[in-house]
């Protein structure tokens, strides 16, 4: 290329730089007019050519020609750029006095719904809130319970159990909330009043039992504790649970390993046009377990049985949301569908 070519060279290169619109396009100018294989490089290469002094003297003008360029090119990319920006940012202006989009709505599942009710009824009552682990060992979900080995009631539980360990122990998943009844017990000297709400698990599912499900745990220990009181105190929860006062109950015989004697608490229910309505009626609907505490069982804890006695109960808080707010299958409780939570949710 000859140098009278130069001042053509920057001409055109400054008019290219001036038609650039956007990014893409002063970029593809910095590598044609810049880059290793632009004529400014072709023209730097081919000095070695030339004469000492036309060298030197061509080598300067080029250096200005190239910096005269550059500078018109960073000029037009700082253009370029900023009308970018200015665009972007009117684009994504916010309306801060637009109405909030109410989508997705977060909402109270109804098992955590029901938990806070029970717990806020029997906080009322004086009972106060304690916790037991998921996994439990055989002592705590089973022997201290008066299910001794062997005994059939620890089939009716239908266990998961983890591997056995060295010493031929396994440990469980706890099958109910019980065991929270005997680590107060060992803990805690009475009088106790506590309830234990919680996580439980059995091999099984249909339309109302998932292999996962909750319950909360009752328990009353006291020097002079009696079956009035377990009746007054369970009567008492269902009639606010349910919010109807002349909620009609009964108390069925039943069997627990861990309470004597043993009962099943009902509350009638009648149909009307198909819907479950609770109070008064002619069917009845199990609602919870309970009793008195086995003395093997308060002996299994420490306690003595001539000085203490106690009751116990025990309900499914799944299927008690299930009655109170109509909700027809528990296996989609634990779906994690937005739509059902969005429609069953608080
Ligand atoms: N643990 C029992 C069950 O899961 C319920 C229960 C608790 C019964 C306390 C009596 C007393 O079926």
Redesign the pocket.
Known sequence: MALDDLPSLESEILSRIKAARDEREIEEIRVWAFGKKSRYAELKKSLGKREKESAKELGLRIHASNNNTLQAWSARRDEILNAALEARLKAETVDVTLPVDPQPRGKIHPVSQVFAEIEAIFADMGFSVRYGPDIEDDFHNFTA?NFPPGHPAREM?DTFFFEEKEDGSRMVLR????PV?VRTMTSEKPPIRIIAPGR?FRCDSDQTHTPMFH?V???VIDKETHMGHLKGTLEAFVKRFFEIDDLSTRFRP?F?P??EP?AEMDVAYERVDGAIKFGQGDKWMEI????M?HPNVLKNCGLDPDEYQG??????VDRLAMLKYGIPDLRDFFSGDTRWLEHYGF
Do not use: D, P
């Open positions: 319970l539980h099958t109910h909330t019980s009844q439980t319950q745990e009752g328990l039943h627990f861990f309470t043993s919870l377990g309970c009793g505490v009751f116990a109960f025990g309900m499914g």
